[in-house]
T-cell receptor, first 111, second 117 residues
Framework: DQQVKQNSPSLSVQEGRISILNCDYTNSMFDYFLWYKKYPAEGPTFLIS?????DKNEDGRFTVFLNKSAKHLSLHIVPSQPGDSAVYFCAASDWSGQFYFGTGTSLTVIP | GAVVSQHPSWVICKSGTSVKIECRSLDFQATTMFWYRQFPKQSLMLMATSNEGSKATYEQGVEKDKFLINHASLTLSTLTVTSAHPEDSSFYICSARDQGSGSETQYFGPGTRLLVL
């Protein structure tokens, strides 16, 4: 079964507003979490990560929040820009280095 | 939920040998599978798109004679790294599209870590 889930396949947000992308996981052994951004016909590009010893990591407009007790990860983009329109994948890894990806959320930022 | 598996998860081989990596969709049919290679800073480079029953489409700069892709069935695609060299050491990930879902959802495998000595 999927160990990392993104339950919203799509999201639309007005330019300038906040985009919140969510991700849930089931394996408590995951210790590293990543967000990727993917444009059509390209590979996923690494965006931001967080280790399990933290609950927040910020990089410019992108902030990732980790709630270990809820096994929940979220990516906040603020302010959202049209260029942020893409598919966003969350991923988790454990000590073995294997990656477990979610199925992606397609974000559309409306000008 | 849909699951994609990869085998093996780890492989260590000598320089000059060939390594085969399998990507399987476990509970759905995948007419299209994708192969990626992880690069520094953790981004994934699309190597090729594998279509069931036809030749794979390789991205620019990827040697098709070195990275052989076979998609013989709707649930299995294989990537063979021929005459592997240390510079081929990397993390290879496949993903698959669910033919029946009608969506563009991709399901990723857990990856295969290749170390060439």
């Amino acid at each position: 079964d999927q160990q990392v889930k993104q339950n919203s396949p799509s999201l639309s947000v007005q330019e300038g507003r906040i985009s919140i992308l969510n991700c849930d996981y089931t394996n408590s052994m995951f210790d590293y979490f990543l967000w990727y951004k993917k444009y059509p016909a390209e590979g996923p590009t690494f965006l931001i990560s967080i280790s399990s010893i933290k609950d927040k990591n910020e990089d410019g407009r992108f902030t990732v929040f980790l709630n270990k007790s809820a096994k929940h990860l979220s990516l906040h983009i603020v302010p959202s820009q049209p260029g942020d329109s893409a598919v966003y994948f969350c991923a988790a890894s454990d000590w073995s280095g294997q990656f477990y990806f979610g199925t992606g959320t397609s974000l559309t930022v409306i000008p | 939920g849909a699951v994609v598996s990869q085998h093996p998860s780890w492989v260590i081989c000598k320089s000059g040998t060939s390594v085969k990596i399998e990507c399987r969709s476990l509970d759905f049919q995948a007419t299209t599978m994708f192969w990626y290679r992880q690069f520094p800073k953790q981004s994934l480079m699309l190597m090729a798109t594998s279509n069931e029953g036809s030749k794979a489409t390789y991205e620019q700069g990827v040697e098709k004679d070195k990275f052989l892709i076979n998609h013989a069935s709707l649930t299995l695609s294989t990537l063979t790294v021929t005459s592997a060299h240390p510079e081929d050491s990397s993390f290879y990930i496949c993903s698959a599209r669910d033919q029946g879902s009608g969506s563009e959802t991709q399901y990723f495998g857990p990856g295969t870590r290749l170390l060439v000595l």
